[in-house]
């Protein structure tokens, strides 16, 4: 009884091991399939950004990432996908994602510990901005710069009488102590 026991439990084992080995195989079959559907349709191009401009202001190498995609869904127009991203000598990141009034540490910690935000690094600093946090083609240029009471303001769109943009505050040398994407600004608040 124990012999029969044992063998019916050998052979229950290898039909198991024998189906996952052929569901394995299959599976494997299966991705390299979809491995050389993606190779074929799928083509990312990585293009290092305004490298003279962004070495004054970011610690790091910022790359645009272009995705394409074709043949999706057996049409023949390309889509793309645009990203932008940091490599910090030790993995690649996004920057922050905008949203409603958001802090931004991880782009201060980015900052250059040398670089002073001034009247004369205003320009540059707005060009960084542009770099790493593109308007998109269809808004309207709103873009301005300002100093006031001891920050800086990046503004990037407007709706109405109210107006969006990157709040940069400093300390008395220029250095950066906080970045802070706000929402809204009335005009009044600019006088």
């Known amino acids: 009884m124990l012999f029969h026991k044992s063998i019916v439990l050998i052979l229950s084992m ?4 024998t189906n996952y080995i052929g569901h394995c195989q299959s599976n494997k079959l299966a991705t390299e399939r979809l491995d050389r559907f993606m190779q074929e349709n ?7 950004m305004d490298s003279v401009n962004i070495a004054k202001v970011l610690r790091h190498k910022v790359y645009h990432i272009n995705q394409e995609i074709q043949n999706l869904y057996g049409q023949k127009n390309k889509d793309s996908n645009l990203f932008i991203v940091i490599d910090d ?3 690649v ?3 922050e994602t905008i949203g409603k009034n958001t802090n931004l540490p991880k782009l201060m910690h980015f900052i250059r510990e040398d670089f002073v935000l001034n009247d004369k ?7 960084v901005l542009d770099a790493i946090y593109p308007l998109p083609e269809w808004k309207p240029d709103k873009r301005e710069y300002f100093f006031r009471d001891g920050k800086w303001y990046f503004l990037r ?7 969006q943009g990157f709040e940069i505050t400093i300390d008395a040398d220029g250095k950066i102590t906080g ?4 929402m809204k ?7």
């Open 14 to 17: 290898g039909f198991y091991f």
């Open 42 to 48: 799928c083509k990312s191009y990585y293009t290092e």
């Open 89 to 91: 000598g030790q993995q």
């Open 93 to 95: 990141q996004p920057f």
């Open 121 to 127: 690094s205003a320009p540059l600093f707005q060009v």
């Open 157 to 163: 769109d407007a709706y109405f009488r109210t107006k």
């Open 179 to 182: 970045i802070c994407y706000k």
């Open 185 to 191: 600004w009335d005009d009044h608040e600019r006088s």
